[in-house]
């Protein structure tokens, strides 16, 4: 396997230093640090990043488009230069729940394309949504994406290791990191069906034990394909979840 990332979110720089410092315990198996862009939280993407490369010599802070201004220069430049960040995921982001929280229609290929002419030495990587549209929709998004620059795709968490074999040989020769997530409870199940819309298949279960075994499932399946691994472990028991995970 290339890499192993794991998505840690900025609720607060307090929060933050003590899961780095839970993941930090399989440092030999994690490359990278992902950093999510939540408005709701006053830490950035970025400054998130520059607090998790003081642990990890990696770390990959999300870009949301829609907060780019096209007519302006890239807003983080400068922190990232500053903090040596050389690595971002560009993503579309949620629209703000803060109204003056202005927001602008520029789409993730626009801010792909702004990052290979103001910052050619990042490394811009892009999302992949396949429960969005169908796979043909999908692949065209990824080939705009590939043609703005971007370098790479980190996807939406699989459950389906038959879905996932399907994208695999759509996306060959293409660097991927296959994402997976724990789902802990019925509500976060129908959150994920009704918001993401995502088919669970018949054998999931909403347990750690679950949660576990499939992943090692696409650890596995990541190994045999040369491909890497997006670990987000949202609302779960990130200690067990990771101890299950690393430690098998």
Do not use: C
Request: proline share 6%.
């Amino acid at each position: 396997m290339k890499r192993v990332s794991i998505e840690l979110v900025p609720r607060d720089e307090e929060t933050l230093r003590a899961e780095l410092a839970l993941v930090e315990k399989y440092k030999d198996q994690v490359d990278v640090i992902n950093v999510p862009d939540l408005l709701r939280f006053e830490t950035r993407s970025w400054e998130g990043a520059a607090i998790s490369q003081e642990v990890f010599p990696t770390a990959m802070p999300h870009i949301r488009a829609m907060d780019i201004d096209l007519n302006r220069e890239l807003p983080m430049k400068a922190y990232l230069r500053e903090h040596h960040i050389r690595e971002v995921l560009v993503i579309q982001g949620d629209p703000p729940q803060d109204m003056t929280h202005e927001v602008y229609p520029t789409q993730t290929t626009d801010v792909i394309w702004k990052f290979g002419r103001e910052m050619p030495e990042v490394k811009v990587y892009a999302g992949i949504d396949q429960y969005r549209s169908s796979m043909y929709d999908e692949l065209y998004r990824i080939k705009r994406k590939i043609q703005a620059g971007a370098k790479g795709f980190f996807t939406q968490p699989f459950y389906d290791m038959r879905y996932l074999s399907l994208y695999a040989d759509m996306l060959q020769g293409t660097e991927v990191y296959w994402g997976v997530s724990p789902v802990m409870t019925a509500r976060s199940k129908s959150y994920w069906e009704r918001k993401n819309k995502v088919v669970f298949p018949p054998e999931f279960e909403t347990s750690l034990d679950w949660a576990v075994a499939f992943t090692h499932r696409v650890m596995e399946f990541a190994e045999a394909h040369d491909g890497s691994l997006y670990v987000m472990p949202i609302k779960t028991n990130l200690e067990a979840y990771l101890d299950g995970v690393f430690r098998h």
